[in-house]
């Protein structure tokens, strides 16, 4: 089994978890710089060729701000700081409170929708309730189609996507995908991946949780499902073994200039990861995410040194 086993309880424990890492990334490592100007990289959706910038946004937490002028208008330069810098991808879901109507009212106030990637995801119970719930997120982010809809926290391997299929021959999204961000369910997520062959794949994936290069990521690979990584920062652990402690000076070879470039391009440097989405409710933190999309990746080698570094923590 590869790397550190990360065991989650409780998908509000899951939130409260994310809350956390999002505070420690503020405070620990290098100060945030801006990202270089010009664009961020890209890769294709392994379907269709489209490219999407390899960095994106989470919003779990960090954009239910529905009633704070404050919040949402940091949470709107947010928005035009990933487009300005490059980014593209943002990804919401009705479970996180008003997060999913918060980026609707920005990318409408914005006027950035053609500029973005939206997705969202929804669980699906009967067919009466998903269609409802479908349009409600339609509604919500004031798009139809949604770029993709995701079914959200699989756990059965015999899960089909029919229902999914359906909005998507109707129009009501370009792209379909599932969704984890439990260790526990990545098998149960490679096996779906494999049968349904979805266009997208969500997981968890960090230098300090690696149990997805065992299954999921090479069965997202096999059935050329773009892959994005949720999770990146491992729930604030990677930042609480390094803090207080100065980037090692070899992450220069692959131009990281911060502790959060340094674990966003060790998932990004991955052959089967497209875009990492970390989430921030900060401009000065979507700056510095959007670097790591720029310049070198690190090689097979400084991967290896990068895991024996963190697992010397």
């Known amino acids: 089994m590869a ?6 309880k409780a998908s509000r424990r899951e939130l409260l978890a994310t809350a956390g890492a999002l505070a420690l990334s503020a405070a620990v490592g ?8 010009g664009p961020a990289n890209a890769r294709p959706i392994p379907r269709t060729g489209e490219m999407l910038p390899i960095v994106g946004l989470g919003t779990a937490i960090v954009f239910d701000i529905a009633g704070d002028a404050t919040k949402l208008a940091e949470g709107r330069q947010v928005v035009e700081t990933l487009a300005d810098g490059g980014g593209k991808l943002i990804d919401t879901a009705p479970a996180y409170g008003s997060a999913e109507q918060v980026v609707g009212d920005l990318v409408s106030a914005t006027g950035l929708r053609s500029r973005l990637f939206l997705a969202t995801k929804l669980g ?5 309730a998903s269609r409802s719930e479908l349009e409600g997120s339609l509604a919500r982010l004031r798009t139809d189609p949604v770029d993709l809809v995701q079914l959200w926290n699989v756990r059965d391997p015999k899960q089909d996507l029919a229902i999914l299929r359906d909005w998507k021959a109707a129009g009501h999204c370009r792209y379909i995908g599932i969704t984890t961000s439990r260790p ?32 999921a990521l090479p069965a997202a690979r096999e059935s050329a499902a773009a892959v994005l990584v949720n999770l990146p920062f491992g729930r604030g652990n990677l930042f609480r073994m390094v803090r207080g402690k100065a980037l ?14 340094f674990f966003l391009k060790f998932i990004l440097s991955h052959p089967a990861v497209t875009v990492a989405i970390p989430g921030t409710n900060k401009p000065e933190h979507i700056r510095d995410n959007l670097g790591a999309a720029r310049g070198r990746m690190p090689d097979e080698k400084l991967r290896s040194r990068m895991i024996e570094f963190i697992n010397a923590q």
């Open 3 to 8: 790397g550190r086993r990360s065991f989650v």
């Open 248 to 261: 090692p000076e070899w992450a220069a070879e692959f131009d990281a200039a911060t502790w959060g470039q």
């Open 124 to 128: 699906i119970k009967d067919p009466t």
């Open 184 to 215: 526990s369910d990545l098998g149960a997520l490679a096996e779906i991946c494999r049968r349904e062959k979805p266009d997208f794949v969500q997981l968890n994936y960090s230098l300090g949780d690696r149990e997805a290069e065992s299954q």
């Open 30 to 37: 290098p100060q945030v710089i801006a990202a270089e100007p």
